[in-house]
């Protein structure tokens, strides 16, 4: 279950048990691993950094930051997220454009609420910086 975190700009997941008013979960993301991707700079591994690889992250909920929260929760946070696993910057200050946060929405798909109709709209872009 996502919670508000004690700074009011996070979220957290807790146990669904541990919270007084709950139903079952309120936030669910399937995760998928696609690739697993290879170091090419040696010099990275002196930094003992984990090995990379990409997911396709289908949420089928709506929370704030979710994506986010839950692949930090299960211990795979994502290239240049500031907040997540620990705030590296406060939400007033600008954001370091020099490692962006590696998340992108690839497809996103959808019913109208206006005409029903089904729609998808796809990006061109590629994630490509792995640092």
């Known amino acids: 279950m996502m919670v508000e975190d004690s700074q009011f700009f996070r ?39 984990p090995a990379l690889a990409r997911y396709i992250l289908k949420p089928l909920t709506g929370k704030r930051h979710q994506l986010r929260v839950h692949m930090n929760a299960i211990g795979l ?9 620990l705030v590296q910057r406060s939400a007033e200050e600008n954001d370091f454009f020099e490692n962006p946060l590696q998340l992108l929405a690839k497809n996103i798909s959808f019913k109208d609420p206006i005409s029903g109709n089904h729609r998808l709209l796809t990006s061109q872009i590629n994630l490509s910086r792995l640092s």
């Open 77 to 85: 946070p994502l290239i240049g997220d500031q907040f997540y696993p």
């Open 11 to 49: 979220m957290r997941e807790i146990s669904s048990d541990l919270h007084h008013d709950s139903l079952g979960y309120n936030s669910e993301t399937w995760v998928d691993c696609v690739e697993r991707l290879q170091r090419n700079d040696s010099s990275l591994d002196k930094y003992n950094k």
